[in-house]
């Protein structure tokens, strides 16, 4: 069973521009390496045209047939996604808000037999990530609800402005929508000295420094969230933004807490799945 699965994942991938199967091999290693040093240069990876055509039809159509058991989120936050700064004005970047609304599948609603699943459980692709994060020991995360999940943009929906609470985000884009939805972002500002001026241009609307990612379908991206503010714009049209979030850890067996559970899928434990 093992080896279908693998035989299945791999297919899936463009390997004669990425060969990713085996980084103990010299090709492998020297790409792997490559990618490692486009990491750390600018604190992200993108990989467009990842996954094959064909296969990249299959995921998408797989994504949108699971959209439905979405859970949405609509909340405020800051850029530093905390509870903000008492003792400055609400002025202050510390506490002006952004608008999030975004739904997630969760992994526990992905069939076994999924392409999406047997992708994640590669382990290949989990060697080549871990080998341009730079990390000895990495493992899939083991969360029932968050280990890969599917975020799912309908009309409306948007990220705002923030960083990422972990250090790196791993993502899949299997459907861009008909508009909007545009990945953006301010490239490894965290800790500068004026790191607080240029989050508050940007939040006012000032574009100087802002990139825009050309985020197509089919594109692996492996991006370092903590450092580099980002957001997605606001979606509109019938068509879905559908992104997997493919996630791991340094430790084996790690989990989201129950409040983070509950936040992003309505649920705290597996004992409260609907029967």
């Known amino acids: 069973m093992t080896t279908v699965i693998e035989s299945k994942a791999a297919a899936m991938i463009d390997s004669s521009r990425y060969p990713i199967s085996d980084t103990t091999d010299a090709e492998s290693l020297v790409f792997a390496d490559k990618c490692r040093r486009r990491y750390q240069q600018t604190g992200l990876c993108m990989l467009p045209g990842f996954i094959k055509p064909e296969a990249l039809s299959a995921l998408a159509a797989e994504a949108a047939s699971f959209s439905e058991k979405a859970y949405f989120c609509k909340s405020s936050h800051n850029a530093y ?20 609304f975004v739904g997630s599948v969760a992994y526990d609603y992905i069939p076994d037999g999924s392409s999406l699943k047997q992708l994640y459980q590669w382990d290949p692709l989990k060697d080549f990530i ?43 884009m299997l459907q861009a929508p008909e508009s909007g939805g545009s990945f953006e972002y301010v490239p490894q500002i965290r800790g ?34 903590n450092q580099t503010l980002h957001r997605v714009t606001r979606v509109s049209g019938e068509r879905a933004r559908l992104v997997p979030v493919l996630c791991y850890a340094e430790e084996p067996d790690l989990v989201n807490s129950e409040a983070v559970r509950q936040l992003f899928w309505g649920r705290s434990g597996a004992e409260s799945l609907p029967q």
């Open 81 to 100: 996604l905390n509870d903000g700064d008492a003792n400055v004005s609400e002025a202050d970047v510390s506490n002006r808000q952004e608008q999030t």
């Open 130 to 172: 871990g080998h341009v994060l730079g990390k000895s020991s990495f493992y899939r995360f083991a969360d029932p609800f968050g280990a890969c999940s599917i975020n799912v943009f309908v009309e409306g929906g948007e990220h705002g402005w923030h960083f990422d609470e972990s250090e790196f985000t791993v993502t899949l």
């Open 192 to 225: 500068l000295p004026e790191e607080k001026t240029i989050v508050g241009r940007v939040l006012d609307g000032d574009r100087e420094g802002v990139v825009e990612l050309p985020f197509t379908a089919g594109t692996l991206l492996i991006f370092g969230g």
